[in-house]
């Protein structure tokens, strides 16, 4: 085993033999805000939303996540550790659950999956603080901008009318992702397909002018490691 292989494929290649396959449907949450932490997930197939409810009754997606994926949302190596965010089934889904002691346990006595999930922890933290960067330096409007490029590359299909973004999503759901308001959200997509920059149909976007939305928020073109949904 080597530091170079990534977490998912270890975590995979070690667990897949020991546990059967958890088929979850559309809508089901996985774990809730607060719960204790019972597994970590290896997400097969499907595309699974994380995220937070606020007091007033808000909703904040923070991520989205699609196949070859992990959720692991909390404090590691930690006594009595509780799930920092919720986890739902956005599609009909396919897990592996892997409980967190022997997870923990697998890590600590491999150094080569520790390398592989310092790695993998270290990705997720520069994504996140991009992420924050974007939504508190272009206000909602570029906050969708942004959403919207790393939507394009963890989703997008290249067609002859663009970029597809081939996962459904409500105006709810992208103001969710935004911490915006539907309203909006509509507005800013109504702007945006009047100049022919996306078009919207059956809930799933084109991007059709991608460098212009990479032009609003200052895109600084990372890799699609780093600027993704997930």
Known sequence: M?????LYNVLLQFFGKK???QKVKA???LFHEKDPVQHIFILLKGSAAIGRVHVKG????????N???ILIEYQLFKEKPYYHF????LTDCEFFMIKKDQFEDFVL???AVMNSLVAWMSTRYLKAQMKCQDLI???????LYSILIRLSNSYGVVTEDGILIDLPLTHQELANLTYGTREVIQRALKELREQDIISYDNQKITIKKLNFLKGEVDCQNCSMEICGLN
């Open 2 to 6: 080597q530091s170079s292989i990534s």
């Open 19 to 21: 546990e059967s396959v």
């Open 27 to 29: 809508g089901s949450v």
């Open 58 to 65: 808000k909703e904040f997606i923070i991520k989205i996540l």
């Open 67 to 69: 196949g070859r994926e």
């Open 86 to 89: 919720y986890a739902k089934a």
């Open 109 to 111: 006595k491999n150094p």
């Open 137 to 143: 330096m272009n206000g909602k409007k570029g906050g």
